[in-house]
C-alpha cells in the first residue's frame, strides 16, 4: 500500500469531513470541483446521512461534489464499491486491474475527460498498490 503524504488544505478537508460526519476518512482525494472520501466499511451511510442531509453540509463548506466509498481489504469489493455502474467482471493480474463493463456503462465509469477514472486509478493506486486499471 502506498503512503500518502497530505498537505495542509488535505488535513483541513478530512478534518472538516470528519468533524461533519463523524465518520473516520481513511483517505481522500481533492480534485477541482469533486471530493472522494474513503470511508471504513459500513460507514458510508453514517456519512451520507438520513436523505443525504449530512454529506450535502460537507458539500455546501467544501463547494465540491462529494463521493463517498466504504474500503475493503479485498480488492475485487472495493472495486464494486468504486464503480459506479454494473461491472460484468473484474480481472486482477498483478498490479493491473480490467474492469469489464457494459459498453452503455462505460461513460459512467470514466467520466467527462476520464476524471471519474482517473480518480479510481489514484484511490486503487493509494490504498491496494494497483499500477494500471482498464476498462473495458
Same mark, same amino acid.
Not at 503524504?5 to 482525494?29: G, K, Q
Not at 479485498?74 to 486491474?97: C, E, Q, S
Given at each position: 500500500?502506498?503512503?500518502a ?5 488535505? *488535513? ?20 477541482e470541483d469533486?471530493?472522494y472520501?474513503?470511508? %471504513? ?5 453514517m456519512?451520507i446521512?438520513k436523505?443525504?442531509?449530512v &454529506?450535502?453540509k &460537507? ?14 481489504d479485498? +480488492? ?7 464503480? %459506479? ?6 480481472? *486482477? ?5 480490467r474492469?469489464?463493463? %457494459?459498453?452503455?456503462?462505460?461513460g459512467? &465509469?470514466v ?12 484511490? +486503487?493506486q ?6 494500471? &486499471?482498464?476498462?473495458?
Open positions: 500500500m502506498a503512503t503524504t497530505y498537505d495542509t488544505e488535505m *488535513i483541513r478537508n478530512i478534518n472538516l469531513f470528519e468533524s461533519i460526519t463523524d465518520v473516520e476518512a481513511r483517505d481522500a482525494i481533492i480534485k469533486e471530493a472520501f474513503i470511508v %471504513p466499511e459500513g460507514k458510508a451511510g456519512a446521512g436523505g443525504g442531509k &454529506v450535502q &460537507v458539500q455546501e463548506k467544501l463547494g465540491k461534489d462529494i463521493k463517498i466509498y466504504e474500503y475493503s479485498n +480488492l475485487g469489493k472495493f472495486i464494486n464499491n468504486l464503480v %459506479p455502474a454494473d461491472i460484468r467482471g473484474v480481472d *486482477i493480474d498483478g498490479d493491473t486491474v474492469i469489464d463493463v %457494459p459498453r452503455n456503462n462505460k459512467r &465509469v467520466g467527462k475527460d476520464g476524471q471519474k477514472i482517473d480518480a479510481i486509478r489514484e484511490i +486503487l493509494r490504498t491496494h498498490g494497483v499500477k494500471e &486499471v482498464k476498462v473495458e
